[in-house]
């Protein structure tokens, strides 16, 4: 009797047993580095962690854009084919999966690493993008060089190109564009700064315009871009410095194309003259310990986020 009796839910047990071990596995793979939104069917480990991604449609990834042969008499138009609206939503998502991926890899391994060049103008600017343009920019410590190329070498389907003497690329491998290259478009271009003990500045003549004090970038924090978060300066306005927040210069080179931009394409204008055509950060001072920072394009409002007056420590 008693016999019959296990043997008639055991089936059951056993249901009940496989369903345990289940669940168990889903919650073991759940996804920890990208939204739930941006799942696909990708999968990537990184330390023990799984990304599985769901595949946008790469179809719509455009190999080639086309100017215009002549400018436009109305004044709108012609400023819209100077400063276009530079990526399509499918290539907006590549971009920011690929960032998202290459933050959260190099933050996995304690390399420090922040936004750059016109990558930083946009997150002040823009809360993003600079509209009008078509790569990402991000700089780490020359340092971590090392370090950095093998942890970026080692994420499957992704592509590290490393070269002497030029910014390297960190792409995506499974995309048509740039046949002729030995990287893909969309890429995040890496740069990598030298220092000492008060000032930052990067490794390659071309590109060191500049020399920053440590006493504005660190420490960093992480601000928006778009619908994500990048390491970001402290003090992000004197990083970018005034003349980026009040002229905006257009494209001179296309990183899709790996081409300059035709000369006539070129201008500087300023940034209010395009209020009314793309979305801008508006920050006023909100109270003592933050400012109110407002997107907004010709009066509408997008959206609006607080940032912190003392995020520097000096």
Same mark, same amino acid.
């Given at each position: 009797?008693?016999?019959?009796? !296990?043997?008639?839910?055991?089936?059951?047990?056993?249901?009940?047993?496989?369903?345990?071990? #289940?669940?168990?596995? +889903?919650? $073991?793979? +759940?996804?920890?580095?990208?939204?739930?939104?941006?799942?696909?069917?990708?999968?990537?480990? #990184?330390?023990?962690?799984?990304? @599985?991604?769901?595949?946008?449609?790469?179809?719509?990834?455009?190999?080639?854009?086309?100017?215009? %042969?002549?400018?436009?008499?109305?004044?709108?138009?012609?400023?819209?084919?100077?400063?276009? #609206?530079? @990526?399509?939503?499918?290539?907006?998502?590549?971009?920011?999966?690929?960032?998202?991926?290459?933050?959260?890899?190099?933050?996995?391994?304690?390399?420090?690493?922040?936004? $750059?060049?016109?990558?930083?103008?946009?997150?002040?600017?823009?809360?993003?993008?600079?509209?009008?343009?078509?790569?990402?920019?991000?700089?780490?410590?020359?340092?971590?060089?090392?370090?950095?190329?093998?942890?970026?070498?080692?994420?499957?389907?992704?592509?590290?190109?490393?070269?002497?003497?030029?910014?390297?690329?960190?792409?995506?491998?499974?995309?048509?564009?740039?046949?002729?290259?030995?990287?893909?478009?969309?890429?995040?271009? #890496?740069?990598?700064?030298?220092?000492?003990?008060?000032?930052?500045?990067?490794?390659?003549?071309?590109?060191?315009?500049?020399?920053?004090? %440590?006493?504005?970038?660190?420490?960093?924090?992480?601000?928006?871009?778009?619908?994500?978060?990048?390491?970001?300066? !402290?003090?992000?306005?004197?990083?970018?410095?005034?003349?980026? @927040?009040?002229? !905006?210069?257009?494209?001179?080179?296309?990183?899709?194309?790996?081409?300059?931009?035709?000369?006539?394409?070129? @201008?500087?204008?300023?940034?209010?003259?395009?209020?009314?055509?793309?979305?801008?950060?508006?920050?006023?001072?909100?109270?003592?310990?933050? $400012?109110?920072?407002?997107?907004?394009?010709?009066?509408?409002?997008?959206?609006?986020?607080?940032?912190?007056?003392?995020?520097?420590?000096?």
């Amino acid at each position: 009797m008693a016999l019959n009796k !296990c043997r008639r839910f055991l089936p059951c047990i056993l249901l009940i047993f496989i369903a345990v071990i #289940i669940i168990g596995n +889903q919650l $073991y793979w +759940q996804p920890t580095f990208i939204p739930k939104e941006w799942l696909h069917s990708m999968s990537v480990k #990184i330390k023990n962690k799984v990304i @599985l991604w769901k595949q946008p449609d790469l179809s719509k990834i455009r190999a080639v854009i086309h100017y215009p %042969k002549k400018f436009s008499t109305n004044e709108d138009e012609k400023l819209l084919q100077v400063y276009p #609206i530079g @990526l399509n939503s499918v290539e907006m998502e590549m971009f920011l999966r690929t960032v998202s991926l290459f933050s959260r890899a190099l933050s996995s391994a304690n390399i420090t690493h922040l936004v $750059y060049g016109g990558t930083a103008i946009g997150s002040r600017r823009h809360h993003g993008f600079i509209p009008w343009d078509d790569d990402i920019d991000v700089w780490i410590n020359k340092t971590e060089k090392k370090k950095s190329k093998e942890i970026l070498s080692s994420i499957p389907n992704f592509g590290l190109y490393s070269p002497n003497n030029f910014q390297w690329k960190f792409f995506y491998k499974n995309l048509k564009t740039l046949k002729w290259k030995q990287f893909r478009w969309p890429y995040i271009d #890496i740069f990598y700064f030298e220092e000492n003990a008060t000032h930052i500045w990067d490794e390659l003549p071309p590109h060191r315009t500049r020399y920053y004090k %440590k006493s504005i970038i660190f420490p960093l924090y992480d601000r928006k871009f778009q619908s994500i978060k990048l390491p970001t300066p !402290c003090a992000i306005d004197k990083f970018v410095g005034e003349p980026a @927040l009040k002229n !905006c210069l257009s494209s001179s080179f296309s990183h899709r194309m790996e081409r300059f931009v035709p000369a006539k394409f070129h @201008l500087k204008v300023p940034c209010s003259k395009l209020y009314h055509l793309h979305p801008f950060v508006f920050r006023t001072k909100h109270n003592e310990t933050h $400012y109110k920072e407002e997107l907004k394009q010709n009066e509408t409002l997008i959206h609006k986020i607080f940032v912190p007056t003392n995020l520097c420590t000096t």
